[in-house]
């Protein structure tokens, strides 16, 4: 059994010994001192101010305005504005399972365990056992901004990179006011409920937050294809946070941060119920003297329970009662002064998760475990010369997987199978590096290099699972996943408001986990050869006075590399992986407080399963967004989903299929107080 006051004991030693991230700095952290005066206290809340090198590699960045400005008010309609962010599904996290939040960038795929690294503040998001994004947990409102960076990496915690990093970075008063809240209904009489205070104490500060999610959902089964056991997408979603930050003197800085959450949904059918529940909490260090640390500490609780309802005789199946996991991790890193053209990193970073899942199926019962670990030792320098930047970085991950097991009983209590897995050990090395000219007028030509790691997921490994009618089944045997990439781009911004950056990349993630089709509706998730992805990510936006426009696009050419029992599948895409995806946002803002916008979406046709089988169809959707001030602290706000009313299919199993989101229009008000 889990333990999580257990794990909270850890928790003090961590926030000494674990190592932190650099790049968790966003574009808020441009005019941050690399090191302050002496006497001068100045808290910001943040990590350490960005390395010279971060314009070497692909990065894409989101502002609070455009984070709190989404059709729907959700964080991955924020993250879909960035050219390659792909979910595992078309779905939003109020009409998905839980279990299928993977996210991924640069056509690399997935199945529904995130390829990308999500971070707030600096922790990983993932689940500890299924490697999903707890999506409806992060509220856009609590951001101050995004930053994306595509490619794999081999900084802190560059374990799980193997797409990319996302990083999310909180707001602090100066974004958030005293108080802030807002309160909006849609035409389904769902609400959306948030509030948020951020004091200033002293010369640090402290933010409390809540959200509340709720409605009856729409119907993700095609009206002619409805019976009486179908049921509407039902959500009921909280989360509540506590951040506080403070000086210790006046070059060190406290930070810490708790999350609290808990998400209910229902999926098709009647009793089809899930739930995903997590309680975290984390302990930072960030010195900014002449010798610049980070440190940071962090335990994660978490559950997940989900009821399968067949789809023939729409009873219950299987009962996924219990999925206890616990993440636990620190990292550390340490900038010596080596002069002023080199910037040196140096530290280490550890993540372990374990946990174990128990369902009882038509009789009896299923219980399976174990624990990963991942320490990683990593080195990397900046070095200036003059118009030209270069980086390299190595790193070394010492990997584990232990503990594994699986056992079932049959409906008397009888232990029928009882597999106990040998564990398994290594080191892997990975290495990224880069280098960028400022050209001048304006225009910046960028190279980079990279490999990364990515260990399986628990679930991966041990938990087998059922959408009817199809079964898939685990395997404990599967070995880590390896990134090898290169890149090449230009930025182009001959003005202020005014930017344009185009990339062409090649990745081939070797011993790419995906789920194999090995039978009539029957799968085992396998390592395949590879996947192959190669193609061109293009971004820009353009400011006019007060109308503005921001666009992305991709274009991508992947292909599964299969041989043995994935022979089937060499030369076909990946499942899930849409060609081409476009995003266009036009806004207006007439004057401060203002903003109108209109964001057009595209994305391309998908096949649903390996073996390119069933078609999601490609989809084009409008959303659309208002906030017009009616006084010095209320706004009206507006919101409309798939303006269009798009048939969106997020899952096809020939005649089975889902839908995503029917239009959907959203009323209500902001209330701000102090500054």
């Known amino acids: 059994m ?10 003090p030693f961590l926030g000494l010994a674990g190592a932190t991230l650099s790049s968790t700095s966003v574009s808020a952290q441009e005019n941050q001192p690399q090191s302050q005066p002496r006497g001068e206290i100045i808290v910001t809340g943040r990590g350490l101010a960005d390395t010279p090198a971060v314009p070497a590699y692909r990065v894409s960045e989101i502002g609070r305005i455009e984070t709190t400005s989404s059709a729907s008010g959700r964080i991955e309609d924020v993250l879909s504005n960035i050219a390659g962010f792909q979910q595992f599904r078309r779905s939003d996290s109020r009409s998905s399972n839980p279990s299928a939040q993977g996210v991924t960038l640069r056509a690399i795929g997935g199945n529904a365990t995130s390829r990308a690294l999500v971070l707030l503040d600096g922790v990983p998001m993932a689940h500890p056992f299924f490697g999903y994004i707890p999506l409806s947990a992060i509220a856009p409102e609590r951001l101050s901004s995004v930053r994306v960076t595509s490619g794999g990496g081999s900084g802190a915690f560059g374990s799980g990179a193997v797409s990319g990093t996302i990083e999310l970075n909180s707001a602090g008063p100066d974004d958030l006011g005293v108080f802030s809240g807002s309160a909006l209904v849609n035409g389904r009489a769902e609400t959306e409920l948030s509030a948020i205070a951020a004091p200033r104490l002293g010369s640090g500060f402290a933010v409390a937050s809540v959200r509340w999610d709720r409605g009856k959902g729409f119907h993700t ?10 049921a509407r997408a039902r959500f009921d979603s909280w989360s509540t946070a506590l951040r506080a930050v403070a000086p210790l003197n006046d070059t060190v800085e406290l930070q810490f941060h708790a999350l609290v959450f808990n998400d209910d949904r229902t999926l098709r059918f009647e009793g089809a119920d899930s739930s995903s529940s997590g309680q975290d909490a984390s302990i930072r260090l960030v010195g900014r003297g002449d ?11 978490r559950n997940f329970t989900n009821v399968v309802i067949s789809s023939n005789s729409f009873r219950q199946v299987l009962d996924q009662r219990d999925t206890p996991s616990t993440g636990i991790g620190g990292k550390f890193e340490l900038r010596p002064p080596v002069g002023d053209n080199h910037v040196l990193r140096l530290g280490a970073d ?14 009896g019962t299923r219980r399976a475990g174990g624990r990963t670990s991942d320490l990683g030792l990593f080195l990397e320098n900046d070095w200036a010369l003059g118009s030209v930047i ?51 007028g304006g225009l910046s030509l960028r190279a980079a290099a990279y490999t990364g790691l990515r ?10 699972f059922v959408i009817f009618p199809v079964v898939t089944q685990a395997n404990e045997s599967l070995i880590n996943e390896k990134l090898e990439g290169y890149e090449a781009g230009i930025e182009y911004s001959p003005a202020k408001d005014v930017s344009l950056s185009v990339t062409a990349f090649d990745n081939r993630l070797k011993h790419a986990i995906a789920n194999v089709t090995i039978g009539t509706n029957l799968r085992q998730r396998r390592n395949v ?49 849409a060609k081409l995806a476009a995003s266009g946002t036009l806004s207006w803002q007439p004057r401060d407080g203002w903003r109108i916008s209109a964001t057009l979406r595209h994305t391309g046709k998908q096949f649903e399963d390996d073996l390119e089988s069933f078609t999601l169809p490609a989809a084009t959707t409008l959303g659309a967004y208002a906030e017009i001030p009616v006084s010095a602290r209320f706004a009206l706000v507006l919101r409309a989903e798939n303006l269009f009313d798009e048939k969106i299919v997020t ?12 239009r959907t229009i959203w009323g209500g008000v902001k209330l701000r107080l102090g500054r």
């Open 651 to 662: 899952r096809s199993r020939g005649a089975a299929i889902d839908l995503g989101v029917p």
């Open 291 to 301: 010798w610049q640390f980070d440190a940071l500490g962090y335990v994660q609780a």
């Open 221 to 230: 089964t095609p009206k002619g294809s409805r019976v009486p056991a179908s």
């Open 390 to 440: 270069l980086t390299a970085g190595a790193r070394a991950d010492r990997w584990r997987i232990s503990d594994g097991f699986f056992r079932q009983t049959d409906g008397n209590g009888a232990l029928t199978i009882d597999n106990r897995f040998p564990d398994r050990s290594g080191w892997t090395a990975s290495y990224r590096g880069g280098a960028v000219w400022k050209a001048g």
């Open 529 to 577: 050869d590879a996947i192959h992805a190669r193609g061109l990510e293009l971004a820009g936006q353009i400011r006019l006075g007060t109308v503005s426009f921001a666009g992305s696009l991709a274009v991508n050419d992947a292909e599964v590399e299969g041989s043995g029992v994935s022979q089937a599948l060499d030369g076909l895409r990946p499942s899930q992986v």
């Open 2 to 11: 889990v333990h999580f006051t257990h794990r909270l004991a850890v928790l």
């Open 350 to 363: 550890l993540r372990i998760a374990d946990g174990k899942m128990e369902e009882a199926p038509f009789s």
């Open 455 to 464: 260990l399986p997921t628990l679930n991966e490994l041990y938990r087998p």
